[in-house]
């Protein structure tokens, strides 16, 4: 027996009379999940031969044109792998329902999340609204801006309200651990030791969103992630939000590694300050080339902040304010020069 708890859903049957079940399935059921990663809005519920598929009827129709891609490679094949149910997905769009609604865009001032201590945890400024907004239409989003406009805050905020409202299984947290123009020499302690005052901010970031206790928990069962940029190299990053603070510091080669990890349900966040680059001098920061090269790409968002984002102390607004101006008059100079 089978309840549909809403009352706009379809309900379709599909039967696996032309490809081999076993084979339809994967290992550990691994082509079903990726087929499953791709439809969010549809429940599948599959029963030998039998799938029953509950949801919009604009998904529905989307599922059913990859079944016949799978088939048609079946036919061809005789068998089907973790590539083949990819590239059987891979050119499949969702045409949206008549009716159907617009992703919940949020306003200046709206709550998204209340805090450890009671607090409202809101996008406070226009651009912040704008970035919010551009994670629930896209699935990689760039926030680029000057320190103090939030961008590490909204993008972990972002996050955590999408794995509270099950929208993603688990919560990646990264950056480059690059000193700030310091030489700290050696870090004693374990590897999590040393690491770990890179990644303070993102700490600080979740501890005034997740409740301390249930923050460790989540910590050792890897629901939440924090980990190095170097680490990422090699995984695949699936079901997941994934952010990569402080971007301006990871090198072409290390961006490119980053945003190739992307698996079929990960969305992905970066953020960086261009005017803040600690890479020694020999090293070119990766952030402007993906910038340039991803501008145009359909599921890419781009949000520049400004000084008018600072929600720090008001005097960081002048601070950042004095240095743009210092810098607009040394280029003057020497262009004149």
């Given at each position: ?12 049957n ?7 079940p ?13 087929i ?22 604009a ?20 068998e089907i ?14 045409e ?47 926030a ?20 509270k409202?099950r ?20 870090l004693p ?19 005034d ?5 249930k923050?460790k928990?989540?910590?050792e ?60 001098r ?15 790409i ?39 020069a």
């Open positions: 027996m089978y309840v549909l708890i809403a009352f706009n859903l379809s309900e379709r599909y039967t696996l009379d032309q490809i081999d076993q084979q339809f399935y994967g290992p550990n059921n691994l082509h079903l999940t990726i499953k990663a791709k439809f969010p809005k549809l429940q599948l519920v599959a029963r030998g031969e039998e799938i029953k598929i509950f949801g919009d009827d998904s529905i129709n989307a599922f059913m044109m990859a079944m016949k891609h799978l088939e048609k490679m079946f036919a061809k094949n005789k792998n973790e590539h083949m149910v990819l590239e059987a997905l891979e050119g499949v769009v969702v949206k329902s008549e009716g159907a609604a617009e992703p919940n865009l949020i306003s200046t001032g709206d709550t998204l999340l209340i805090g450890t201590r009671g607090q409202q945890i809101k996008a406070r400024t226009r651009n912040q609204v704008k970035m919010v907004n551009s994670a629930k239409k896209n699935d990689i989003i760039f680029i801006g000057p320190a103090g406009t939030g961008k590490t805050y909204t993008a972990v905020a972002i996050a955590v309200l999408a794995l409202e929208e993603i299984r688990r919560i990646i947290l990264t950056r480059p651990a690059v000193e700030a123009g310091e030489n700290l020499g050696f302690g374990d590897l999590k030791e040393k690491i770990d005052p890179y990644l303070r901010p993102l700490y600080d970031a979740l501890e969103m997740i409740p301390n206790d923050l928990s989540m910590i069962s890897r629901t939440v992630e924090i980990a190095p940029l170097a680490f990422m190299r090699g995984r695949t990053l699936d079901n997941c939000y994934v952010i990569l603070d402080e971007a301006q510091n990871s090198t072409d080669l290390q961006l490119k590694m980053f945003l190739t990890r992307m698996g079929p349900n990960a969305k992905l966040i970066i953020t960086g300050d261009l005017t803040q680059i600690d890479l020694p020999k090293q070119q920061s990766g952030l402007n080339r993906a910038l340039r090269l991803l501008k145009n359909k599921g890419i968002g781009m949000i520049q902040l400004d000084t008018d984002d600072v929600v720090r102390h008001r005097l960081v607004k002048e601070i950042v304010h004095a240095y743009d101006r210092d810098s607009e008059c040394e280029k003057d100079s020497s262009e004149k």
